[in-house]
């Protein structure tokens, strides 16, 4: 009997883990973040299920971006880029909750590689 009443406070306590969570964020979407220009950035995180978050990206402030958190306390959507500049920020609001995360560039990151036989060093002229 004790087994099955501990079970059953387990679950209980678990249900109400999401409901108190607040906002959170991957550590991918920060401050000093590039987001690509002219596309649909997918953003994602964790909140209070069934709560509403809205999303708005100081390059536009009109156009507000609503989902919905799941019953597994996650939530994802894609937000509108303007093309290259910046600094802008974004603001993630849950009911009176606010993140916000600043110092957002837009534009293209390119990562370059080759062998250590092609390396350049920086007195040599090309």
């Given at each position: 009997?004790?087994?099955?009443?501990?079970?059953i406070a387990w679950l209980f306590a678990l249900?109400?883990?999401?409901?108190?969570?607040?906002?959170?964020?991957?550590a991918i979407i920060s401050d000093h973040?590039?987001?690509?220009q002219s596309s649909d950035a997918k953003l994602w995180g964790w909140g209070p299920s069934t709560k509403t978050v809205a999303i708005v990206g100081s390059w536009a402030p009109g156009d507000t971006v609503k989902t919905r958190v799941g019953d597994n306390c996650t939530w994802?959507?894609?937000?509108?880029?303007?093309?290259?500049?910046?600094?802008?920020?974004?603001?993630?609001?849950?009911?009176?909750?606010?993140?916000v995360v600043s110092d957002i560039?837009?534009?293209?990151?390119?990562?370059?590689?080759?062998?250590?036989?092609m390396a350049v060093p920086y007195t040599t002229e090309i």
């Open positions: 009997m004790k087994i099955i009443l501990l079970g249900t109400g883990i999401c409901q108190n969570m607040p906002i959170r964020l991957p973040a590039v987001l690509k994802q959507t894609t937000l509108k880029t303007p093309k290259a500049g910046g600094p802008y920020s974004v603001k993630f609001i849950v009911d009176t909750s606010t993140t560039l837009i534009g293209e990151v390119w990562l370059c590689s080759g062998q250590s036989n």
